[in-house]
């Protein structure tokens, strides 16, 4: 099912004395292909849960429409939009089995829609069995550890094969371990059932890891959505630069004069198709390569060495940032004792900003 929002806004009112009102989602309008995993991604705050509850009908748009394929869904209440939702804190009945806390969904069906006892188990056994908890429907949710309440509160969300799945950060009440294990058990249940999901969460790593597609916005804003490598390659602003990569991209002060591109007065680049000006020059750690004769001098602070690869770390005057990150192979060799390194810049991973839009400069 393909879901589509057209202009899309939520305002909430105002609790202050000036009842300024709050712009939670500002005019979103895309589409979301059938069958794919999308990731809406952005920091805490930035409108995420609301976009997410006005798809699902939790939420009435002040304005603006939710289809999903053909059908205008946006004044359907929930129960009838066919969606399946999973929330951060699992949401399941403490005094129910897991078995019970599937099947509560198929207990109200109706009509032509509506399922004898045995076919409800046998519903629950099936997802049970999806999700890989088919050995614990006898269990209550306290019985059983935080990944495997999640577990649960997936295959509720399944056993009526939703049109939609929508996921509001399923995973941040989870350990490390268990965040992983459990999103690469998302990505696996999403392709064996091919319903279209909507997966919330601030940590970009996760969205880029297990999304088909990620949507990245900001303060309500819709920044960019692309696949998720693309978007982090091919940022159309600093944000969306800023937000995507660990260690986070590097971002210096800089200008271009004469097609060179200039961080202090150490010309880094040649050959750059873009206006005179002053700029924001952003380089992803992997884009540092050490050189001892390279264009951009740096005074090093420390080296910290991580197995395969090292961290370099160091300062610049014109830096935003406390500190600048390179990622290098272990197998270079940086002089410790030397109080300075120098690098040269990788011209794919060097990305050029406006210094008042802050909108990506594209160059050749």
């Given at each position: 099912m393909n879901v589509r929002l057209e202009h899309l806004t939520?305002?909430?009112?105002?609790?202050?004395?000036?009842n300024t009102q709050v712009v939670a989602v500002s005019d979103f309008d895309f589409s979301?292909?059938?069958g794919l995993l999308i990731g809406l991604l952005g920091p805490s705050g930035c409108g995420k849960s609301t976009l997410l509850y006005m798809i699902c009908g939790l939420e009435n748009p002040s304005s603006g429409k939710v289809y999903f394929g053909e059908d205008?869904?946006?004044?359907?209440?929930a129960e009838e939009r066919g969606v399946g939702?999973?929330?951060?804190?699992?949401?399941?009945?403490?005094h129910l089995t897991v078995r019970q806390n599937i099947t509560f969904p198929l207990e109200n069906l109706t009509g032509e829609a509506k399922l004898t006892k045995a076919e409800r188990m046998d519903k629950a056994l099936q997802v049970a069995k999806l999700v890989q908890i088919e050995d614990l429907l006898d269990r209550k949710p306290g019985e059983m550890s935080g990944g495997q309440q999640q577990r649960v509160a997936i295959a509720r969300a399944l056993v009526k094969m939703p049109k939609v799945l929508l996921m509001d950060e399923p995973l941040s009440n989870l350990d490390a371990r268990l965040r992983l294990q459990t999103r690469e058990e998302i990505r696996r249940i999403q392709k064996a059932t091919g319903i279209t999901t909507i997966f919330v969460t601030h940590d970009q790593e996760e969205a880029m890891s297990i999304s088909d597609l990620i949507v990245v916005m900001r303060d309500g804003v819709f920044q960019q959505m692309d696949k998720p490598q693309t978007?982090?390659?091919?940022?159309?602003?600093?944000?969306?630069?800023?937000?995507?990569?660990?260690?986070?991209?590097?971002?210096?002060?800089?200008h271009i004069e004469h097609s060179k591109l200039y961080i202090g007065d150490e010309a880094v680049m040649d050959r750059v198709s873009a206006r005179d000006g002053k700029v924001y020059v952003g380089v992803r750690p992997e884009g540092l390569v050490p050189d001892s004769s390279g264009d951009l001098s740096m005074k090093l602070v420390?080296?910290?060495?991580m197995g395969r690869d090292t961290s370099v770390v160091s300062t610049h005057p014109d830096m935003t940032g406390v500190n600048v990150r390179a990622i290098i192979s272990a197998e270079n060799v940086i002089d410790r004792d030397s109080g300075t390194v120098r690098f040269n810049l990788k011209r794919g991973k060097t990305l050029i900003f406006d210094k008042e839009t802050e909108a990506r400069i594209f160059y050749d």
């Open positions: 939520k305002v909430f009112p105002g609790r202050d004395k000036k979301i292909p059938d205008d869904v946006t004044g359907i209440p939702l999973v929330f951060q804190n699992y949401a399941l009945y403490p978007v982090y390659d091919d940022p159309v602003n600093l944000f969306v630069a800023r937000f995507l990569g660990t260690p986070a991209i590097n971002v210096f002060e800089g420390g080296i910290e060495v």
